[in-house]
């Protein structure tokens, strides 16, 4: 048993032990503990192949501890580094916005913050951004207030929160009722996984390719930004891209 400890701790990455006590920390609630611990790891490793779950983790547990202008500053400072990190990138966006917006009227870079976010390419980030300057009353937020009623999660508080500037919230947009319908087959498999996409939602396309099948996209001349926006206009049936990285293949289509 001694020998086979040894083989792992040789197999282990320099700095895992500090990365298992800053978790630790963390489930213990000691949250400004376990950020000094991910500082010590990446101080020593900030270019290892675990820095962006320490960077995150980072700004998570100074984020749980209140200190919410630090917190802030280390979700930029992760998306800024670690800009092909998908999932943990999202959230890191919505944290942020969370952070300025308790902020708000305090740090001077909260608002500006907030309203860059209303241009995110992720709706759901958009949103979280309106909702936030909608506390404060601020109309720059209405855009963006708007297209959340198309989002189920976020449809009730857009409205409410349209209702209290004196907003009437409008129909919502007929791409409500349209799709993207995306079919991926992997390699060797015979069958195909279909997803819908809201229309709503047509900014998030890009989150289900893989890096190589958004480069062979860009190769194309297929900017997935252009592409949402077009995808508002073209009849269905309409197929948008289609992108094989040799593992899986995506099509997607208007319906």
Request: glycine share 8%; aromatic share 6%.
């Amino acid at each position: 048993m001694r020998v086979l400890a040894l083989a792992l701790a040789l197999l282990a990455a320099p700095g895992d032990d500090l990365l298992r006590e800053a978790k630790g920390l963390r489930y213990a609630q000691r949250w400004l503990e376990a950020a000094q611990t991910y500082r010590q790891y990446l101080a020593g490793h900030g270019d290892g192949a675990r820095a962006a779950e320490a960077r995150f983790w980072l700004a998570a547990a100074l984020e749980s501890d209140q200190r919410w202008d630090e917190a802030a500053w280390a979700y930029g400072d992760f998306l800024s580094r670690h800009a092909d990190q998908r999932q943990l990138g999202r959230e890191a966006r919505l944290n942020r916005i969370r952070c300025w917006g308790i902020r708000q009227g305090q740090n001077p870079e909260a608002t500006p913050g907030l309203l860059a976010a209303l241009t995110d390419p992720v709706p759901e980030v958009q949103v979280a951004a309106a909702l936030q300057l909608a506390k404060t009353g601020d109309r720059r937020a209405v855009d963006g207030l708007r297209r959340g009623l198309s989002l189920p999660a976020s449809a009730d508080a857009c409205s409410l929160a349209l209702a209290a500037m004196g907003v009437k919230p409008g129909p919502v947009p007929d791409a409500q009722a349209r799709f993207l319908v995306l079919r991926i087959r992997e390699a060797g498999k015979p069958e195909t996984v279909t997803i819908r996409l809201a229309m709503s939602l047509a900014r998030a396309l890009g989150s289900y390719l893989s890096e190589a099948q958004l480069r062979e996209a860009r190769a194309k001349g297929l900017d997935l930004e252009a592409l949402a926006a077009k995808s508002q206009e073209l009849p269905k049936g309409s197929q948008l891209l289609s992108v094989d990285d040799g593992k899986s293949s995506v099509q997607v289509t208007v319906e």
